[in-house]
T-cell receptor
């Protein structure tokens, strides 16, 4: 049982380049999330999905797009990377939408935009 | 809006010392409260949670009590080990617009030395 996995682990981009981060979960969870983690700011929600084929904006969605074509996968895209998008990106998933539900996190992707 | 405030780190302790990491929150209603831990190079893992006032969450020797009157959820451990060195995140969770909205504090880094 791998839980939540993310690829790649680390990536360096030049300004203006594009890339896609992949998140996969094998727990059959309905809900998936993308966060970014910046020093001194905790984690902030970029986009989320409440089920296959759905996506919605979170707290800091600008400059990112997402897709959830399959229930187990949640992709985060950067169309034109900017230095401000240098961060550590975490994917998470949960089964239910209840206030007490635990989210399960992947190991993260470290992105450096030059 | 909802927010979480944690004590700033880093916190440096000797092995077997007592640990307290302060966490206070601002929220309407009764959100669930969580502590997540991030070990070096890994994603976040749930450490403990509490879903209503006066609940005590506990795991791996760590404890935290949901105090509605002081809007606090302080993390404590009686005797820390070197293996507890990590970043600790306090978070509140509420159901918002059909998904779990997790709001994180900035994180507190703990370093335990022998």
């Amino acid at each position: 049982n791998a839980g939540v996995t993310q690829t790649p682990k680390f990536r360096v981009l030049k300004t203006g380049q594009s890339m896609t981060l992949l998140c996969a979960q094998d727990m059959n969870h309905e809900y998936m999330y993308w966060y970014r983690q910046d020093p001194g700011m905790g984690l902030r929600l970029i986009h989320y999905s409440v089920g296959e084929g759905t996506t919605a904006k979170g707290e800091v969605p600008d400059g990112y797009n997402v897709s959830r074509l399959k229930k187990q996968n949640f992709l985060l895209g950067l169309e034109s990377a900017a230095p401000s998008q240098t961060s550590v990106y975490f994917c998470a998933s949960s089964q239910l939408a209840s206030g007490s539900e635990t989210q399960y996190f992947g190991p993260g992707t470290r992105l450096l935009v030059l | 809006g909802d927010s979480v405030t944690q004590m700033e780190g880093p916190v440096t302790l000797s092995e077997e010392a007592f640990l307290t990491i302060n966490c206070t929150y601002t929220a309407t209603g009764y959100p669930s409260l969580f502590w997540y831990v991030q070990y070096p190079g890994e994603g976040l893992q749930l450490l403990l949670k509490a879903t209503k006032a006066d609940d005590k969450g506990s795991n791996k020797g760590f404890e935290a009590t949901y105090r509605k009157e002081t809007t606090s959820f302080h993390l404590e451990k009686g005797s820390v080990q070197v293996s507890d060195s990590a970043v600790y995140f306090c978070a509140l969770n509420r159901l918002s617009g059909g998904y779990n909205k997790l709001i994180f504090g900035a994180g507190t880094r703990l370093a335990v030395h022998p």
